[in-house]
Nanobody
Framework: QVQLVDSGGGLAQTGGSLRLSCLVT????????MGWFRQPPGKEREFVAG????????NYADSAQGRFTISKDNALNSMFLQMTDLRPEDTAIYYC??????????????????????WGQGTQVTVSS
């Protein structure tokens, strides 16, 4: 059974940085499109960034573009999210997710949560002002 273990959350100040990690266990990361989603307090879960099976294509939400960088290391069975210039509105529980790559037909599919079958347990990111 594939499991995703996400980690790296914590407390940061405005303008600071954090790096999130997502480890794929009992599976092979190269089989999956992977993404980061987040759920701010009292709000719906939303797309942050996605990356294709071999790490060559990425897609970002407008809120993440230019500040966050998603990457993937299939040799480590891992995905990462480097977050810089953090803002209080980035405060949320961050989830990594994976979906079989054949279910995605272009970058426009990456924000679609229904295409992701496996989800991590979530890691809290809190940005203080």
């Amino acid at each position: 059974q594939v499991q995703l273990v996400d980690s790296g959350g914590g407390l940061a100040q405005t303008g600071g940085s954090l790096r999130l990690s997502c480890l794929v266990t009992e599976g092979t990361a190269s089989n999956y499109v992977m993404g980061w989603f987040r759920q701010p307090p009292g709000k719906e879960r939303e797309f942050v960034a996605g990356i294709n099976y071999n790490g060559t294509l990425t897609n970002y939400a407008d809120s993440a573009q230019g500040r966050f960088t998603i990457s993937k290391d299939n040799a480590l069975n891992s995905m990462f999210l480097q977050m810089t210039d953090l803002r209080p509105e980035d405060t949320a529980i961050y989830y990594c997710a994976a979906g079989f790559y054949l279910n995605f037909h272009g970058l426009s599919h990456y924000p679609n949560q229904q295409k992701y079958y496996y989800w991590g347990q979530g890691t809290q990111v809190t940005v203080s002002s």
